[in-house]
């Protein structure tokens, strides 16, 4: 079943937005994924909520870094699994 | 020959598939244990004895399954047993019914625009980072798993062993503390007017 625009663009602005997270983590079906594309596109009062945790959650995601085990950690856990039997 | 493998022979071969398969996520094993113990030197131990458990029971993992979930599951394991070795609990305010419940609420918040400006125009990434490290156990566990090491929120469920809805009230949490931090942290540097950090 599709939403219509005009059912689109009628979704409660509440609604979008207690949902917002699960559509920017792409947790929603396809159906719901759509209508709040829909929704967001036309909707002036929800889209700067959306483009705030868009842009929150880019920032949190970028705080991934390149945190390499130290080689002593390495060192460890290799000598630890040769011990066990490990063939490397 | 009857194509049996030798026990040496088998021996070798799961050697060399732990060897490809799991040894290369250990970075990852390592910045997923880092993220929990916020130590060093407990961040070692876990991760040393998260692969020597792996190692121990390569038996049951299933090949073609991902590694690296496998792996986190373990990791999680290690730390909790080592959490309850040393008796620190962790409070962190709240039910995960009263967290649900906070999650069917989320609101609107004021001057939005503000706040996205110096999300896009300020790099955060430390004062973020802090504020992650800061934030109380179950919470941080979510939000590195899903926000992150990028994991859908099943997957991240079963790293940490709950339902689903329990990674979406944990999630919501987490991210809403983390934006309480980085709206204090905005106005405390001068980002931000007093007004639009009252959301």
Not at chain 2, 143 to 157: H, I, P
Request: with cysteine.
């Amino acid at each position: 079943m599709f939403l219509t625009e005009t059912e689109i663009v009628a979704m409660d602005c509440t609604d979008v937005v207690r949902q917002l997270w699960d559509y920017l983590d792409g947790e929603l079906t396809d159906e719901s994924m759509d209508a709040i594309r829909g929704h967001l596109a036309q909707c002036r009062q929800c889209y700067p909520q959306f483009d705030f945790e868009r842009t929150f959650l880019e920032a949190v995601a970028a705080t991934r870094r390149e945190h390499p085990a130290p080689n002593m950690v390495r060192r460890k856990v290799l000598a630890k699994l040769r011990k066990a039997g490990l063939e490397v | 020959m009857d194509g049996t493998l030798t026990a040496g022979e088998s021996h070798r071969i799961d050697s060399r598939r732990f060897e490809v398969e799991a040894l290369p996520w250990l970075d990852d094993v390592y910045r997923f244990a880092l993220s929990m113990t916020r130590d060093e030197s407990d961040a070692d131990d876990v991760v040393q004895e998260t692969f020597l458990r792996a190692y121990r029971s390569w038996h049951t993992f299933e090949p073609g399954s991902e590694c690296r979930k496998w792996l986190f599951t373990i990791c999680r394991n290690v730390f909790l047993r080592l959490r309850e070795r040393e008796r620190r609990r962790v409070d962190y305010g709240g039910d995960d019914a009263q967290l649900e419940a906070l999650a069917s609420g989320q609101e609107i918040v004021g001057s939005i625009g503000e706040h996205t400006d110096i999300l896009s125009h300020v790099d955060l990434a430390p004062a973020l980072e802090r504020a992650i490290g800061e934030l109380p156990e179950v919470f941080r566990s979510a939000v590195v798993l899903v926000d992150v090491e990028g994991m859908a929120y099943n997957e991240a469920a079963s790293v940490l062993g709950v339902p689903v809805g329990t990674i979406r009230s944990r999630l919501f949490r987490g991210r809403r503390l983390l934006q309480e931090s980085l709206v204090m942290f905005a106005r405390d540097a001068g980002l931000a007017t007093r007004a639009a950090c009252e959301v």
